[in-house]
């Protein structure tokens, strides 16, 4: 039984909760004392109490940073219906209204004011805040502060003086997505190294993944839903398009559906928001800008239509189901046409460090998406909290793969990393191992190694999986500092000594392409998958604009072999098999600028 204190008195009054949930009161009651701290809470941890509460304790206003108009009026509507002086100042307030808001604080009448950060770090705010007696200032959403964060936003970035010119003021950060690159960024940025660190456990066990690869989907999400007619859930696809589409054929389906977007006019997304609350809807279908600060607690299921375009987001996004601790269920419809919209969607950014950041997570999402060790282990893998036992509740631990003896290929793909000097990525790891002849194999002279081409017999698909799953398992990291290099943790020793043995999953690679072009007797080598997606695309859209069928365009063996040489000019492409000068000239230009975008979108320093 917690001891009862000021902090839990104000929980139980307050709040109206009984008692704290590890390690809320250690946070609260140091914040209390005015000691700053680091707070990483996965969604629906009860992060907001553990400034809020010491906002009720401590003198003066607490002024709290928040990213978000929505999860600011959020925060202070509940707050105000719990008896709690709470206010937002932002544009959304008239003249008069922001007028009243500062007047309050002048007056000391508030307990929070929540502000957006490039308001807060006017210097005239500032210097107004100079007469405030300020209780503590509350980094929401601190993952924004970081380069390597999901969400970067430039303007968190001046945080970091607040330490500066309020010295003896307490700062808490908080955030609900940060892996240990990210975390550590944070804490540079706000000056919080010597703080406190809090790191809650990532784990809900009451939420079973899926992950079903995409065939009709919105059958797949009809099927879904029929066994659970009652049960409220929100459903994320990545267009405002697509968001409206599946809406339409949901009501039409006499599903109980509303839409949210951010094109939407602010009154309906209210009235969606709202009945959704209300258990009004059933379904929400929404794209991202749906769930900040939505703390309904009966969601029974989170689906993404569509790929998300990072962990962070999809750790974040299934959090808003089960968050009443009664099973729920998180399912990810995937298939490769997602990765080559999300790259395109990547490639839109501008700063060429942070489309570093972006391909790196991009990556790190395809890999938990195709990944057969249990998911959860995956997800609390890139969180920084490695777990030894398997879940039992995800579709990898209800439904095993075959597991074959993977010791000699674990211990092949670890030297090799370890041979090239532990400072390149994935691709190239795995174009040393089956001994591709590339330019820049050879400019490094990495034919020479002795791991050259010693897993010649592994396909692309298969080396990725191998790979993918001794990160998984703690063996390898990328290093997102480092362009997504691949290096050994001290696990790998005993694996590459010999001293014990390793079982992984044995890669399900996907044959369709193979087996159509191998029953045209066409030769049928290692190729990129979703390169070959990226050519069918075009070729059924220049088939239907030309009124034949696809094979009349290319065959699927031309397709192939055009996904495995990635031909640069005419040259080479008129040397693929099945093209002629008469579809050169017609089609050549096009497939080409394909090849060309897929290869720069895929490129990174790493290789």
Known sequence: MQETTPALLALQRVFGYSSFRPPQQDIIEGLARGESAFVLMPTGGGKSLCYQIPALLRPGTAIVVSPLIALMKDQVDSLRANGVAAAYYNSTLSAQEARQVLAQLHAGDLDLLYIAPERLMGEAFLARLEDIDIALFAIDEAH?????????????????????????????ALTATADPQTRQDIQRCLRLQDAACYVANFDRPNIRYTVLEKHKPFDQLLKFLASREQDAGIVYALSRKRVEEIGAKLEAQGVRAGIYHAGLAVEHRRRVQEAFLRDELQVVVATVAFGMGIDKPNVRFVVHYDMPRNIEGYYQETGRAGRDGLPAEALLLYGAQDVVMARRLVEGNQNPDQKRVEVHKLNAMVGCAES???????????????????????????????KFDATEAARMALSCVY??????????????LRGMNTERIRGLGHERLSTYGIGAEHSEDE?????????????????????????????ARPLLRGEVELQLARPRVKARATKAARAKGAPVGPHDEALFEALRTLRKRLAAEQGVPPYVVFGDATLVQMAAAQPRDEDALLAISGVGETKLQRYGGEFLQVIREYRENTASPSG
């Open 463 to 491: 080396w990725g999986s191998i790979l993918r799953q001794l990160i998984h398992h703690g063996y390898l990291v990328q290093d997102i500092a480092q362009y997504s290099v691949l290096k050994l943790t001290d696990a």
């Open 144 to 172: 924004c502060v970081s380069q390597w964060g999901h969400d970067f936003r430039p303007e968190y970035v001046q945080l970091g003086a607040l330490r500066e010119r309020f010295p003896h003021i307490p700062l808490i």
């Open 419 to 432: 041979r090239v000097g532990q400072r390149f990525g994935m691709k190239h790891v795995i174009d040393v």
């Open 372 to 402: 057969l060790t249990c998911r959860r282990r995956v997800l609390l893998h890139y969180f920084g909290q490695p777990q030894d036992m398997d879940c039992g509740n995800c579709d990898v631990c209800l439904d095993p793969p075959e």
